[in-house]
């Protein structure tokens, strides 16, 4: 069973840093996409950030500037830089991988469970 486990979610104050990590269970075949979907009360879930297998990135013009995606291979591991951080990022934070787990399974995108990040004003 494949699982991705997030973590370095929390609480800090407007303005400040939090990097959050985001790692497979155990080493696939082969990985493509993954990247960041937030979700906070009341609202429907949206992406923030994308990465695919060959370092291409993709940002939602809500964090461009303030937020870096970036991706260790070796580790099967994304991560999410979050700079000048706002109360409006207060939000749940989901990642996701597209995985093939072997040669002949499809690719299937699979999620974490959701970290939460809380920015206070």
């Known amino acids: 069973q494949v699982q991705l486990e997030e973590s370095g979610g929390g609480l800090v104050q407007a303005g400040g840093s939090l990097r959050l990590s985001c790692a497979t269970s155990?080493?696939?075949?082969?990985?493509?996409?993954m990247g960041w979907y937030r979700q906070a009360p009341g609202k429907q879930r949206e992406l923030v950030a994308a990465i695919t297998s060959d370092d291409s990135t993709n940002y939602a013009d809500f964090v461009k500037g303030r937020f870096t995606i970036s991706r260790d291979n070796a580790k099967n591991t994304v991560y999410l830089q979050m700079n000048s951080l706002k109360p409006e990022d207060t939000a749940n934070y989901y990642c996701?991988?597209?995985?093939?787990?072997?040669?002949?399974?499809?690719?299937?995108?699979?999620w974490g469970q959701g970290t939460q990040v809380t920015v206070s004003s």
């Open positions: 996701y991988a597209d995985i093939k787990v072997h040669l002949l399974a499809p690719r299937d995108r699979y």
């Open positions: 155990r080493d696939m075949f082969s990985i493509g996409a």
